[in-house]
C-alpha cells in the first residue's frame, strides 16, 4: 500500500481557484477511486475510475467537480472555482481489479485548504 | 444505497484489555467489510478484511466477525498496546454496475490508556 502517491500532500487555494490533484496507484493497479473526508468524519466515495473510463461518480458533486484517468499518467481530481466548503482531505485508492472485495489501497492524501 | 453505522465513536481501555468495535449495515448484498486504521495525518491502512462467505476471521490480536441475518459485523482487539491508538473505521461494499467505492462508518476514536 506504499505505492499509492499523491500530491501534493498539502494544497492551500483561495476561493475561485482551481485545486488540482493527482493520484499515481501502485504499479500494475488500473482502478481508482477517489475519496473526501472532512476532519472527524469517516471518508465518503466521490468516483471510481478505470484507465480512460469513470466507472461510477455517484459520490462527486455534479458541478465543479471532475476526475480524470488518462491511458498515461496519473489520475487528476479537479475542482473548479473552489469554495471554503471543499476544505477537506482527499484521499485516492487503487486495486488491482474492480470487482467487489478486491482490495484498496490508499495514498497519503491531499489537504486541500481553501482560503 | 448503503448506510453503515459505527459504536461507539470513542472509546477508552487499559492497556491489555480488549476492544471491541461494531458497525451496522443496511444493503443485504453487500458482500466485503474491510477495517482500516489511521493515525493522525496519516492514509488508512487496512488491517483485516471479511467476506459474507465466512463469520470470523483472525489475524494474531485482531479478529472479526460477520453476521450477516443480522447486518453487523465487529473488529476485535485483544491485549491492546499503546501502539494500537488511533481512529478505526469499519467499512461495506457497494454493489452492482461496476460501483466498487467503499461505504465507510463514521469511525472509532481508539485511546489506549497506559
Known amino acids: 500500500n506504499a505505492g499509492v502517491m499523491q500530491n501534493p500532500r498539502h494544497l492551500v487555494r483561495r476561493r475561485g481557484q482551481e485545486a488540482r490533484l493527482r493520484c499515481s496507484p501502485v504499479k500494475g493497479h488500473s482502478h481508482v477511486y477517489w475519496y473526501r473526508q472532512l476532519p472527524e468524519e469517516g471518508l465518503k466515495f466521490m468516483v471510481y475510475l478505470q484507465k480512460e473510463n469513470i466507472i461510477d461518480e455517484s459520490g462527486m458533486p455534479k458541478e465543479r467537480f471532475s476526475a480524470e484517468f488518462p491511458k498515461e499518467g496519473p489520475s487528476i481530481l479537479r475542482i473548479q472555482q473552489v469554495v471554503r466548503g471543499d476544505s477537506a482531505a482527499y484521499f485516492c485508492?487503487?486495486?488491482?481489479?474492480?470487482?467487489?472485495?478486491?482490495?484498496?489501497?490508499f495514498g497519503p492524501g491531499t489537504r486541500l485548504t481553501v482560503l | 444505497g448503503e448506510n453503515v453505522e459505527q459504536h461507539p465513536s470513542t472509546l477508552s481501555v487499559q492497556e491489555g484489555d480488549s476492544a471491541v468495535i461494531k458497525c451496522t449495515y443496511s444493503?443485504?448484498?453487500?458482500?466485503?467489510f474491510p477495517w482500516y486504521k489511521q493515525e493522525l495525518g496519516k492514509r488508512p491502512q487496512l488491517i483485516i478484511d471479511i467476506r459474507s462467505n465466512v463469520g470470523e476471521k483472525k489475524d494474531q490480536r485482531i479478529a472479526v466477525t460477520l453476521n450477516k441475518t443480522a447486518k453487523h459485523f465487529s473488529l476485535h482487539i485483544t491485549e491492546t498496546q499503546p501502539e494500537d491508538s488511533a481512529v478505526y473505521f469499519c467499512?461495506?461494499?457497494?454493489?452492482?454496475?461496476?460501483?466498487?467505492?467503499?461505504?465507510f462508518g463514521k469511525g472509532t476514536h481508539l485511546i489506549i490508556q497506559p
Open positions: 444493503d443485504s448484498a453487500s458482500n466485503y
Open positions: 485508492a487503487s486495486s488491482r481489479q474492480g470487482h467487489q472485495g478486491d482490495t484498496q489501497y
Open positions: 467499512a461495506a461494499s457497494t454493489v452492482g454496475g461496476g460501483a466498487d467505492g467503499l461505504t
